[in-house]
């Protein structure tokens, strides 16, 4: 396929579905380089977890946002778009088509479609909502949302903890909805984006992320997340894969429970990344 003007060609899809590999076939046969829409895989500290491109793989086509950033950096959607609207604009000083990959749903949204500008919030609100949230759970604060932003709750993801505090930090600073916020049109970008979302079916997808698990846990996976214990409170570190081993470590769980809940939240993980990008559409 041939590309006469600035392209972006986008891999999505659910977690172990081959979207490495696909990238790196793109960026050789387009001669170009990659950048990762991962939320995780661009944390140093995280490697196995977060089934980082090997070395060979690194090796055989410039990457861009893996293993860039540390666990301590405050990083989110915003950032996100801003930092590879930049590196895109950069790439194509050197090429006319660069490969974009990743599972990180609001990332790429936030690169095809621009985020909703919502007004900065009180953090002392934010602190409260989180320390209620760490001592009374998520049934305290699905009944706090559904009091205090009622739209919202019927139309947001209600078993999300991070989307449910921020709409309650943004209801209680502002005394609106977040869904007021919303502007209802998408960013234009001066290049194309041709989006390609891969998927298997069900089981085959399941059988996969199975074996994944297991090669991760036979590579290391247990000692790298006891290795980042001490920081398990971190934004970065509320991540399938490692909070199972903390509580293992805390004593609530066995070692055979924390790896059959690892590989039935990655498939739960896998299950949603699926549904958000058949919303998003895309080439499968």
Known sequence: MNFTKPTVILVAGPTAVGKTRKAIELALQYKTEIISADSRQCYREMNIGVARPNP??????????????????????????????DKVNELFTRHTVVVMVGGTGLYIKAFMEGLDEIPETDPVIRASVIRN??????HWLQEEVKQNDPVFFTQGENQNP?????????????????????????????????????DLPRPQLYERIDQRVDEMVNAGLEEEARGLYAFRHLSALQTVGYQEWFDYFDGNTSREEAITLIKQHTRNYAKRQGTWFRKMGGEA
């Open 133 to 138: 949230y760490e001592e009374r759970g998520l």
């Open 56 to 85: 060979e793989e690194l090796a055989a086509v410039p990457h861009h946002f893996i293993a860039s950033h540390s666990i301590h950096d405050n990083l989110n959607a915003a950032w996100y778009e801003k930092f590879a609207l």
């Open 162 to 198: 991070h989307r449910l505090m921020r709409a309650l930090e943004v209801v209680r600073s502002t005394g609106k909805s977040i869904l007021s916020f919303r502007k209802g049109e998408k960013a234009q970008r001066p290049f194309d984006i041709k989006m390609l979302v891969m």
